[in-house]
Structure formats: structure tokens, C-alpha cells
């Protein structure tokens, strides 16, 4: 009697932020559907693949150090192929620095991964970095392999970027803006949807901006309007508003919207306009505010997230004080911040008047001390508050555990309610065990600095 032969295995390492996990998703789609199996044992694998971010240098590190980790374990007849920003950025240097690579597959190439994979099985150690800014027209983002927790997926509606943040390499990683169409993307979200997603977190290097490219006028508020259309699906979140290109009509969409959830995540990057326009980026930080009060009266009780970079060039200490001033007025909800990075191919890589390390260091300090006290008065004011919480997963709490004493028990449920976005704005915790992927009515009773805590309503 035959023995059936194992079907080949492949490992990913997704690294760096969600756009790059959904790339990362289709890769697995596309080998899952000529029949390879997929693994979370890299040793078991005949195939590695670290999909890589080379946004910022500790990106870059750990990009490194996970390539560096998987060559220093391959075995006899393994593959271990680089994909993503990093290959495509020193893709010919990696693959002559590290021997043990295998292929090389930049960030428009990657629907081609079984083909690349096959290439590489020849002995070739091939180089695909082409095909950046026209990969949407045959990439149809389907099959995909979602490795999300179940109820929830991102869907990436455009690739690329049209801004030119001095600081930001991103345009040079993955080209101009690239918009899919909305037929494309409802067609996904109805698939994720069947899968058993029941919130899509929408993302893109500029949300507010798709469909621009393609003729589209307020885009994002055609999309969000065909989504009502999708059974099943109860949430959809927006990550990555640009300022300038937040339209009325958007807001106005996003108020009419059954299933937009009032969470805005707009990184702004600084307040200043002289660093915003040695940034290039809009110097209008009275409209950011203006913006902030117009996203409230329209989405009463709205979750607002943004980002800043601390220590970009030529920054003084007065225009720090002015981010401070203007961190205190906004009184956003969440904020995170990055100290400037130095990156090769950027504007901003030649400018001078750096900011010393040690000062990035002490004024990062002095604005997350400042928002801390800001995200604290907010969740105090939200207690009491009654939500819907998506259950992903329950958990034995530690008895040291903060939590575990407010809500007097051990076992918890573990989620997230409109007001935090996965993976960047903590969990709620809930007192019981409740089914993961069912959403439970919640009313918060407490917070800690990242997390809030609850019992079931009523």
C-alpha cells in the first residue's frame, strides 16, 4: 500500500505593522491553495519565509536579528526566503550578506511566492524586487489566510502613499498611491465575513485618501457606504486618517454608518508648523483641533488616537513646548509616541540640527508623562460606561494581578470594545468566561494605565 506523501510545509514571520500582515495573509493563501500546509514550527517547515519592516531603524533590527535567527537554524534542504520592505530596500545586499537566503521578494512581487518559492528549489537565489506599483491589477487579495483571532480581519483597501513626509520611506518601499476598487473590497469583506469575521479593520498607508488615484471623489465615504450592504458584519474601524484629507462627506459617513464605529486614528506627527513644515507636512495645527471638535459633535463620545514624533530635526525646545501645549488642548484619548529616526532615502537624512539622543530621550519622557495624565482623566470619566466587548480569548489572571483583585476572580474574559483597535490600545477584561468571538454588554467599573476592567451589565 502507497504511503501518501507530506504535503510540503511552509513557516511565516510576519513583522512590523498590519498592511505588511495582510501581504503576509496572501502569501499563505496563495501557497495554501497549490496545496502546502501550514506550520507554526519553523523547524518542521520546508519553507521560511520573514516577510520584514524596515520603517524605522529598531524595525530594521528586528527584521535583521529574525533572518539572522531562522539562517542560523536551517537544516539540510530548507528554504529560508526574505520578503517585504526590507528586501525590497537592500534586497541584493541581504542576499550576498547572508548566504543562507534563499530568494528575495520585494513588496510588489509577493503574490508570486509559490512561483519564487519554485525558483529557489532550482538552486537560482532569486531577486524580485519589480512590479511595485502594478501588482493591485493582478493581485485580486484572495485566496488569503487570515491569522487574526476569527472575528476580526484587516482589509487593505490601497497600497502606497502620494504624501512625501520628509521623515517617511514608506513612498520609496511601496510607491505611489494604488487604490483597489470597491467591487474588489466589498467582494473580500462578504469573504472575510463568510470566514466568520465580524469586524474589518480598515487600513492603508492614507484611509482618507483612497480612490483618489482612481477618479473616486470622497472615496472612503463611497466605501464605507457599500459596506452597509454586508450581513454579519457589526463593525468596521478606520486606521490612519490624514488630516487634510478628512472631508466632511467622511465624517458625515461615518455618523450614518450602522457599522463605522466612532474610533478615529489620525497620526498627526507633530503641532508645530515650522517642524510641520520641515516635516512636509500641513502646518495647520488649529485645523487638527478644529477637525477634533467637528469628529465629536458628529460621533458623540468618539475614541481619538494619534502619533508624534519627538526630536526630528531643528526641533527647539520651544516647538516641543508647543506640542506639549497642544497635547494638553487636543486631550485625545490615546497617544503614541516615536523618537525621529534617521532613515537612508529620506528628505529629512541630510538635515542638520539634529536633536541630541539624550534630549529625544527626555522630552519622549515629558509627553507620555503629560498623556498619561490626560488618558487617565478620560477613562475615569468613562466609568460606568455600558459597551459591547468582543470576546478573543479568557485568561487565568496572576494573583498580583490588579485586575484579578478589582473584579475578585481569577478566570477572565478577554476583549476589546469600539474604543480600542487590536493590538495598539489595550484590552477590557470581564469577570466570567464568556465564548471567544461573542460579543458581551459591559459595564466598565475601572481602569488601569493601558487596560479597563468590567463586570456584565446589569
Not at 545586499?93 to 529557489?120: H, N, S, W
Not at 475615569?380 to 489572571?397: C, F, P
Request: proline fraction near 4%; hydrophobic fraction near 40%; aromatic fraction near 6%.
Amino acid at each position: 500500500m502507497a504511503v501518501a506523501s507530506r504535503p510540503d510545509r511552509v513557516f511565516l514571520a510576519s513583522l512590523g505593522c498590519a498592511k505588511n500582515l495582510v501581504d503576509s495573509e496572501v502569501m499563505l493563501g496563495r501557497l495554501a491553495s497549490d496545496g502546502w500546509a501550514l506550520t507554526t514550527d519553523a523547524g518542521d517547515a520546508d519553507a521560511i519565509v520573514v516577510n520584514t519592516c524596515s520603517f524605522i531603524d529598531p524595525a530594521k533590527a528586528e527584521s535583521t536579528d529574525e533572518i539572522l535567527r531562522y539562517a542560523g537554524a536551517k537544516r539540510s534542504g530548507q528554504l529560508l526566503i526574505v520578503a517585504g520592505c526590507l528586501a525590497q530596500r537592500y534586497g541584493a545586499e541581504l542576499r550576498e550578506l547572508v548566504p543562507e537566503i534563499d530568494a528575495v521578494i520585494g513588496t510588489g512581487a509577493f503574490p508570486k511566492i509559490r512561483e519564487i518559492i519554485e525558483e529557489a528549489r532550482s538552486g537560482a537565489r532569486p531577486l524580485h524586487l519589480e512590479d511595485r506599483d502594478a501588482y493591485l491589477d493582478r493581485l485580486g487579495f484572495l485566496p488569503r489566510v487570515v491569522t487574526t483571532p476569527r472575528a476580526t480581519a484587516y482589509l487593505k483597501v490601497s497600497e502606497g502613499c502620494n504624501h512625501v513626509c520628509a521623515f517617511c520611506i514608506i513612498p520609496t518601499l511601496r510607491g505611489i498611491g494604488k487604490s483597489r476598487t470597491i467591487d474588489s473590497l466589498v467582494a473580500e469583506a462578504k469573504s472575510l465575513v463568510a470566514g466568520g469575521a465580524q469586524e474589518l479593520v480598515i487600513v492603508a498607508q492614507d484611509t482618507s485618501d483612497y480612490g483618489r488615484d482612481i477618479g473616486m471623489r470622497d472615496g472612503l465615504a463611497r466605501l464605507i457606504e457599500a459596506f452597509e450592504s454586508i450581513d454579519g458584519l457589526r463593525w468596521v474601524r478606520l486606521l490612519y486618517l490624514y488630516p487634510t484629507s478628512v472631508t466632511k462627506r467622511i465624517v458625515d459617513s461615518m455618523r450614518a454608518s450602522t457599522k463605522v464605529v466612532p474610533y478615529v486614528d489620525m497620526p498627526l506627527q507633530h503641532s508645530h508648523p515650522e517642524v510641520l513644515k520641515a516635516m512636509r507636512r500641513p502646518p495647520q495645527p488649529q485645523r487638527y483641533l478644529e477637525l477634533f471638535d467637528e469628529i465629536r459633535a458628529a460621533l458623540p463620545g468618539a475614541t481619538i488616537r494619534s502619533t508624534f514624533i519627538v526630536g526630528f530635526p531643528g526641533e527647539t525646545e520651544e516647538h516641543f513646548e508647543h506640542l506639549l501645549s497642544f497635547i494638553g488642548r487636543a486631550k485625545l484619548d490615546r497617544t503614541g509616541f516615536f523618537e525621529y529616526s534617521r532613515e537612508e532615502g529620506t528628505a529629512a537624512y541630510s538635515m542638520t540640527d539634529r536633536v541630541a539622543t539624550r534630549v529625544k530621550h527626555e522630552r519622549i519622557a515629558r509627553a507620555r508623562d503629560l498623556q498619561r495624565t490626560i488618558s487617565n482623566a478620560n477613562d475615569a470619566a468613562r466609568i460606568g460606561e455600558r459597551l459591547d466587548v468582543l470576546i478573543e480569548q479568557r485568561r487565568l489572571m496572576p494573583a498580583s494581578s490588579n485586575i484579578r483583585q478589582a473584579l475578585g476572580t481569577r478566570l477572565v474574559s478577554v476583549g476589546r470594545s469600539i474604543r480600542e483597535a487590536p493590538g495598539v490600545d489595550g484590552n477590557v477584561y470581564i469577570a466570567g468566561e464568556y465564548a471567544v468571538g461573542s460579543f458581551v454588554d459591559c459595564t466598565i467599573n475601572g481602569h488601569t494605565e493601558f487596560d479597563r476592567y468590567g463586570t456584565l451589565a446589569g
